[in-house]
């Protein structure tokens, strides 16, 4: 018997500005790629989940389970699916397929009893572009198709987030599926992550050009650099707030609410201005300390995907920094931008270039004083820093390697693309250049 067939595709993402900032509310400008997942979804009777998928590197994998071995006696429990999902490596990469349908059933109420879940993908793996939200994006459109869901607003993104926190377990921001889902090509997508107020896209002037360079380092924001650094950040909000008169009670209220808006900031520190940071908060807060320590004197966070660890120190300090200086530079980085399309001589427009490129190179100094550098990436950021026509460099997303963002024009998209060539050629690797 023929099975309707439902396609959709959604893109991965250039992280221009902002990155880890956006889980403690900061503003992001980020960029849809040409790249994209496409997927072909048929349902199925039998409760049987073919996965299937193919990636930029030509490799083949191929999956199938059973929808039911998922649920706990016959219901949607999150964390039982995502023990049963990580039980195998057969299976954990198919979680974030599984887990859209997972979220879906219990959040809309599909009844879902199987499905042919067929992903074609230029987006590549662990390169810091987003390859999981371009996949549970494209996954939950050609669900709703499937079953006739009308999305409303950021209902979308803000859901296949879900699957990427509760499902997979891994502790991302909204910024990634919001780009995803509402990026315009040829478009900066501003977003203030508190969680998703998104603004009008800005257009890329066409004599500039954002161009990601492949570092060949695998990224992976489930990595422990990236989970310990957020929670560091929450760890440190808890500090501020408690500073401020804020009772554990207080904060395990709003936590178990889903409700900041009572606590100071909102409980977003990039709420936290610049001056008032630097003048009230920052000498508060411990160049580092042991989440034994730390939950012994403060108790919790009122982060809802990060542990503590007693036994880790976390750099409570510099990972609270970031986002307060980040949403600053974001905002500059923003309003530097609108303002090209009101000048023309090119030495003043220059200067606004290098304005802009400034700010990237602050950014990217900022996610190594995170730890969350590499020595790959730094080399490229480094070598930006003297080419002709290159006026930024940053690091993209979560760090640790990944994709560096630069700015450039047409000159500089000339001379990044002789250094892709001699990156690849330096280190024997088939490193992506993304325009």
């Known amino acids: 018997m023929s099975r309707k067939t439902f396609e959709t595709s959604a893109p991965g993402r250039l992280d221009v500005m902002g990155g880890i900032a956006d889980y403690s509310g900061s503003l992001v400008l980020q960029m849809p790629l040409s790249q994209k997942t496409h997927i072909q979804l048929s349902l199925r009777d039998d409760f ?13 994998l191929n999956t199938k389970v059973d929808y039911r071995d998922f ?19 057969s299976t954990s990469w198919v979680g974030y397929v599984i887990g859209c349908v997972l979220v879906l059933q219990k959040e ?83 977003i203030v992550c508190q969680p998703d107020l998104v603004q009008q896209p800005i257009s890329i002037p066409t004599d500039i050009s954002f161009i990601g360079i492949d570092s060949g380092v695998r990224h992976s924001v489930s990595g422990a650099s990236y989970t310990d650094v957020r929670c560091a950040a929450f760890m440190g909000y808890t500090i501020i707030a408690q500073a401020l008169g804020v009772t554990s009670k207080e904060l395990v209220s709003a936590k178990s609410a889903n409700n900041f808006s009572p606590l100071p900031f909102a409980g977003y520190l990039c709420n936290i201005p610049v001056t008032d940071f630097e003048n009230s908060f920052v000498n508060q807060l411990p160049i580092s300390l042991s989440g034994k320590d730390f939950l012994k004197e ?3 966070s009122i982060d809802p995907v990060t542990i503590i660890d007693p036994d880790k120190t976390y750099s409570i300090r510099q990972s609270v920094s970031h986002p307060v200086y980040e949403h600053e530079r974001v905002m500059q980085f923003k309003n530097l931008l609108l303002s090209l399309k009101d000048v023309q001589p090119s030495e003043k427009r220059s200067d606004i270039l290098k304005e802009m490129g400034a700010l990237m190179f602050q ?32 690091i993209t997303g979560g760090g640790n390697g990944g ?11 000339a001379s990044v693309k002789q250094l892709h060539a001699e990156l690849r050629e330096k280190y024997h690797q088939e490193l992506i250049l993304f325009e």
Request: with cysteine; aromatic share 6%.
């Open 108 to 190: 809309k109420g599909i009844g879902f009893k199987g499905g042919n879940f067929n992903l074609q993908s230029d987006v590549p793996l662990g390169k810091g572009v987003s390859s999981s939200a371009s996949i549970e994006v494209a996954t939950m459109k050609a669900l709703g198709e499937a079953y006739g869901i009308q999305f409303s607003g950021t209902e979308l993104p803000i859901l296949a987030q879900q699957v990427e926190n509760l499902i997979v377990g891994s502790p991302c921001g909204l910024m990634d599926q919001l780009a995803s889902y509402l990026g315009e090509a040829n478009k900066l997508l501003p």
């Open 71 to 89: 649920l706990n006696n016959h219901q949607v429990d999150y964390d039982f699916a995502q023990k049963k999902l990580k039980e195998s490596p």
């Open 298 to 300: 403060f108790e919790l």
């Open 48 to 60: 049987a989940c073919l996965v299937s998928s193919r990636i930029i590197t030509g490799e083949i």
């Open 363 to 394: 950014a990217h100094e900022s996610y190594s004083l995170c730890g969350l550098g590499s020595d790959r990436t730094d080399e490229i950021v480094s070598l930006a820093k003297n080419m002709t026509g290159v006026y930024g460099a940053k």
């Open 403 to 413: 994709t560096v963002c630069l700015l450039v024009n047409e000159v500089g998209k």
